[in-house]
């Protein structure tokens, strides 16, 4: 007679035809001889038969206390450092400058701490995202204090925090896969390993979505220990790991559905216990939120009306968009590259009802939901990385739907995981054959079972672990960063920008080269020979030249930044700057300036820079009215943005040297220069 074929999902098995046999659950498998079973690393053990319709009977506490192997946590955390040791040299990019540098708690160190827990993220951006995150930023202080501006520091810790994430998420997962260490340990491999990630590691920024996570996986450890020993403290240690994770990042609320879903899938819990038991995880939410209103005034923020990162609200077409985005988010799961660091207006044209890409996301997601829908009734492993999916990917997609903004590989961070369940179980399905004979399982028949899937998980991994340290390379400084977008992204009117803005550092360097060697040639006592004065020449004129041709580059990506997006009013900005500070065109900065507010009439800046133009041109020409109109900008400039210090500082100075504090011109006056 033919034996039966042995389950080798996370499936239930089906309830047994003969009713007089009573399945006895073991903690050990048992031969047909009674003596021991060799435990398969990769193989579930017999667990407790039930029918979808039927009530677990396995609600009391403490579960069995599952042992973990130490190996694939400290593998998971060894590679999780190496990988990130080529950012060890890096510099800051993108959001570290503002998040760090441009921070003026953060330069405080540990005195700056209080402010930090009282202001948003984004404060000193002079904008209100509503975004509540005082614990990167305190750890940011904190190395400000005993290392200054080192970015070196903050990689290592980056990396060393990332690594200690391999290891909370390998321990845990041996405790959701009992006796699977295999499986558990490669599923860890592909969230580590997987290039999606850089983004967050090697930004030092992303420090937030690390210890979110961070914080969610020893959340979900502790409170697993409390189900296995019942001791209360374990409840306490993942309330508190809940509020750091919180502290972290706002959106780690959607990790509070994790927490009956681990119950429900891998302790075998029912629904209404697994339910019932986030109460203290509630309470632990409300106080958060509470914090949050108290300490910035507003649980949401009043986002910018932004055509570079909110376009779809402004198109109204985030629902379609957000289909759209779904099947963009699962491509780059499965295949990471190409990876950009921005996503702006447009790289990813709106969705609509004609778009074949906002169908294929439409029924992708109801296709999803039907399975984690069946994956839930059956408690099959690839039925919880669905849920998981869906639950992490709840505030990316949430940012498209409510408020219209861009796709972002950070949104990804903790996705990965339920993508690697999925990956891991259809790949295990697909490769590892069962036993010859299931009652008497070797050490080597499992390796030789287990071969193909290791071979080709081998493959996955090393290919995802090569994306990631090409990709780091990218992360080096901003420049580097912003240029090697372009060839994938030349549609971003943001990426655009940033590369122009580049360029515009480097002929600013120029410029200031030049002056420093005509200063230094004037300076010569009692005056500077022929020869000294043709080399300065030489060298001057050599740096204007590069300046120029660095001004001239910037020029030509800001024009096809406005191009993509015709009323892009930063852009326009850097255009008048290049003509005010590169290449000296008083008229050209002028107009562009005012192009500038014409297009964004709330950014502060622009006043201001018109002001010191008028400022200079009315000493120099001995004109009152010009000044009057300096007096104006300056004070623009801090109606449009009260924080403004730059528009505060000169209105100061101007009405300290001349007297003149001028609120109101009339459009004559405005207009006739």
Excluded at 47 to 70: A, E, M
Excluded at 233 to 261: H, M, N, Q, T
Excluded at 374 to 389: A, N
Excluded at 460 to 488: C, H, M, Q
């Amino acid at each position: 007679m033919a034996k039966k074929k042995q389950s080798q999902g996370y499936e239930n098995p089906r309830p047994p035809q003969d009713k007089t046999v009573t399945p006895k659950p073991a903690l050990t498998n048992t031969g047909s001889a009674g003596r021991p079973r060799a435990t398969d690393p990769g193989q579930r053990p017999v667990v407790r038969t039930n029918s979808p319709n039927q009530t677990d009977q396995n609600t009391d506490l403490p579960i069995n206390d599952r042992q973990v192997k130490w190996w694939p946590p400290v593998v998971l955390a060894l590679l999780g450092v190496a990988l990130y040791i080529n950012t060890f040299g890096h510099q800051y990019a993108l959001d570290d400058i503002a998040a760090v540098g441009q921070n003026l708690f953060v330069k405080k160190g540990i005195a700056g701490i209080p402010d930090l827990l009282r202001t948003e993220f984004w404060h000193f951006s002079n904008i209100s995202l509503g975004y509540y995150r005082p614990l990167s930023l305190i750890t940011f202080a904190l190395e400000q204090e005993y290392f200054k501006d080192n970015p070196n520091i903050s990689h290592m810790i980056n990396a060393g925090l990332y690594g200690l994430t391999g290891l909370v998420v390998g321990i845990l997962l041996q405790k959701w896969l009992v006796n699977q260490t295999i499986t558990a340990f490669l599923i860890g491999l592909v969230f580590i390993a997987h290039p999606l990630h850089t983004e967050i590691v090697a930004n030092i920024k992303g420090r937030d979505e690390i210890l979110s996570f961070l914080f969610i996986a020893l959340m979900l450890l502790a409170y697993w220990r409390y189900l296995e020993t019942t001791q209360k403290g374990w409840i306490i240690g993942a309330c508190v790991s809940l509020y750091l994770a919180f502290l972290s990042k706002e959106s780690s609320i959607v990790s509070l559905a994790l927490i009956p879903a681990m119950q429900y899938w891998f302790a075998r819990r029912n629904l209404w216990n697994s339910l019932i038991s986030l109460w203290p995880f509630l309470i632990v939410a409300a106080l958060f939120f509470y914090q949050k209103q108290k300490m910035i005034g507003t649980l949401s923020g009043t986002p910018p009306v932004d055509w570079a990162n909110y376009p779809y609200a402004i198109e109204k077409t985030q629902k379609s968009t957000m289909f759209k985005f779904l099947e963009y988010y699962i491509r780059l799961l499965v295949l990471p590259h190409p990876l950009v660091y921005d996503y702006s207006y447009n790289v990813i044209p709106s969705g609509g009802k004609g778009d074949l890409l906002t169908w294929a996301g439409f029924f992708t997601l109801v296709g999803l939901i039907w399975l984690a829908w069946k994956g839930f009734v059956k408690r099959t492993l690839w039925g919880f990385g669905i849920f998981w999916f869906f639950v992490t990917m709840a505030p990316g997609l949430g940012f498209i739907w409510i408020r219209g903004g861009i796709f972002a590989e950070r949104f990804t961070y903790a996705a990965v995981m339920g993508f690697a369940f999925v990956l891991v179980w259809g790949l295990r399905k697909l490769l590892v054959r069962n036993p010859v004979d299931p009652a008497e399982p070797s050490a080597q028949s499992h390796l030789v079972r287990y071969t193909p899937l290791l071979g080709l998980m081998a493959v996955i991994a090393g290919l995802y672990s090569f994306k990631t340290v090409e990709r780091n390379r990218d992360w080096e400084n901003n420049f580097v960063l912003f240029n090697s977008a372009l060839p994938y992204a030349p549609n971003s009117c943001q990426v655009q920008r940033h590369v122009a803005n580049e360029w515009i550092e480097k002929g600013l360097k120029d410029r200031a080269k030049a002056d420093s060697i005509a200063n230094a040639t004037n300076a010569i006592k009692p005056k500077p020979t022929p020869e000294q004065i043709k080399k300065a020449q030489t060298l001057i004129d050599t740096n204007i030249a590069h300046a120029n041709k660095h001004g001239r580059w910037a020029l030509d990506h800001l024009q096809e930044s406005t191009r993509i997006y015709p009323s892009f009013g930063e852009a326009y900005f850097s255009m008048a700057y290049v003509f005010q500070k590169i290449t000296p065109n008083v008229d050209s900065a002028k107009y562009y300036y005012k192009q500038t507010i014409r297009a964004a009439n709330a950014y502060a800046p622009a006043y201001n820079n018109l002001g010191v133009i008028y400022q200079g041109e009315g000493i120099a020409q001995n004109n009152r009215q010009k000044l009057e109109l300096a007096s104006y900008y300056y004070n623009r400039s801090m109606v449009v943005n009260p924080a403004y210090v730059d528009g505060q500082n000169n209105r100061m100075n101007l009405m300290k040297a001349t007297g003149i504090d001028v609120q109101a011109l009339p459009d004559s006056i405005i207009n006739k220069y």
